[in-house]
């Protein structure tokens, strides 16, 4: 595994290193495709990061919730910390909020290993439905199957 501290984040008193993509080289796991979405335009940041709690969702049998978000200190990207509890078992995902060509792209944190569930994948699509509100346009690319995203009322325009 090689890792690379690509830009610095503060939290209160706390400095932590974010990486980017191209300065990570983790193994896949099992195979899997990184889930993600690419949504049209860009957000502010700034207001992504007071604004992006959605509450607490029940899904199926997940409970799924934003516990906190974090703007990155050039203000490009932005680090949301998730709860999804599915079965009694509780997962911890990471999801990476960044520019990528003039669009948004909605995915799971490549440093922090976490199954990709589809309750996960739910949370990822929630997070992309919320930046829609906050002025992203509808999702142009994606992997996450159209029964996970079912219900989220995302605003679509596939390629």
């Known amino acids: 595994m090689r890792v690379r501290a690509d830009t610095r984040v503060e939290i209160g008193d706390e400095r932590l290193a ?15 495709l990184m889930p993600h979405l ?8 700034q207001r992504a990061a007071t604004e992006l709690d959605l509450g607490v969702i029940r899904w199926g049998r997940a409970v799924i ?14 680090l949301a910390d998730g709860v999804v509890v599915e079965l009694g078992r509780p997962l911890h995902p990471i999801a990476l909020i960044a520019v990528r060509d ?5 995915r799971l944190w490549p440093v922090v290993e976490v199954e990709r569930t589809p309750a996960v994948q739910h949370w990822l699509g ?21 029964e996970i995203l079912e219900g989220l009322e ?3 325009d596939l390629e």
């Open 102 to 106: 003039e669009d948004t792209v909605v």
């Open 126 to 146: 929630a997070i992309a439905r919320r930046l829609q509100t906050l002025g992203c346009g509808s999702v142009r690319i994606t992997n996450i199957g159209a």
């Open 18 to 32: 974010l990486y980017s993509a191209d300065a990570i080289s983790l193994p896949p796991i099992a195979g899997e």
């Open 38 to 45: 690419v949504l049209r335009g860009t957000v502010d940041f």
């Open 154 to 156: 995302l605003e679509l």
């Open 65 to 78: 919730k934003t516990s906190d978000a974090w703007k990155r200190s050039d203000g490009q990207a932005l």
